[in-house]
């Protein structure tokens, strides 16, 4: 069993529509969690981060974490066909000894269409 | 202008020639590592290094070595490549334990092993 596990889609949407992308975890050391963007033929670019349960806004983006759960989520509000493109959630733990290791689930991919 | 660069971006070779993908990064980080990105597996840490002359294994290292004589450079190397280890990779960086979310990633070389 993989320790992140994210549904690839693909996820199909009407411009405007809202979007929720979602991962769940196994290790309850994982506490620091990010949702990366990635396009085509690109490297992943960090979106948003947080550390805390609950909801973290930026602009049209929010990211949701429920650690009782083991399950985060990114929403994306008003979604433009410039969001599509493959999100990729991470995640590390607070040990010690993984302190430095990312995990990141498989992605989902993302088509706005306009 | 910040940025990871890797090269090549593409390459083909055959099984058992030694090669070596190149890293850098201009944005003085201590942290660098390496991913590989397969469909369905997501994106899993090769080797992290710390700094110069530190490194350390991620998730899936058997059949990678690297090293870091430099700061700004970790190059990834395939002494004896094999098949299974045709994949995307990238290389990222990130600054000090404080900012533990930011990670940059190049724009990943497309390596296939006949």
């Known amino acids: 069993q993989k320790e992140v596990e994210q549904d690839p889609g693909p996820l199909s949407v009407p411009e405007g529509a809202i979007v929720s992308l979602n991962c769940t975890y196994s290790n309850s050391a994982f506490q620091y969690f990010m949702w990366y963007r990635q396009y085509s033929r690109k490297g992943p670019e960090l979106l948003m981060y947080t550390y805390s349960s609950g909801n973290k806004e930026d602009g049209r983006f929010t990211a949701q974490v429920d650690k009782s759960s083991k399950y985060i989520s990114l929403f994306i509000r008003d979604s433009q066909p410039s969001d599509s493109a493959t999100y990729l959630c991470?995640?590390?733990?607070?040990?010690?000894?993984?302190?430095?290791?990312?995990?990141f689930g498989s992605g989902t991919k993302l088509n706005v269409k306009p | 202008e910040a940025q990871v660069t890797q090269n090549p971006r593409y390459l083909i070779t055959v099984t058992g020639k030694k090669l070596t993908v190149t890293c850098s990064q201009n944005m003085n980080h201590e942290y660098m590592s390496w991913y590989r990105q397969d469909p369905g597996l997501g994106l899993r840490q090769i080797y992290y290094?710390?700094?110069?002359?530190?490194?350390d294994k991620g998730d899936v290292p058997e059949g990678y070595k690297v090293s870091r004589k430099e700061k700004r450079n970790f190059p990834l190397i395939l002494e004896s490549p094999s098949p299974n280890q045709t994949s995307l990779y990238f290389c990222?960086?990130?600054?000090?334990?404080?900012?533990?979310?930011?990670?940059?990633f190049g724009p990943g070389t497309r390596l296939t092993v006949t």
């Open positions: 991470a995640m590390k733990s607070i040990t010690a000894d993984n302190f430095n290791k990312f995990y």
């Open positions: 990222a960086s990130r600054p000090d334990r404080g900012r533990w979310y930011e990670q940059y």
């Open positions: 290094s710390m700094n110069v002359e530190v490194t």
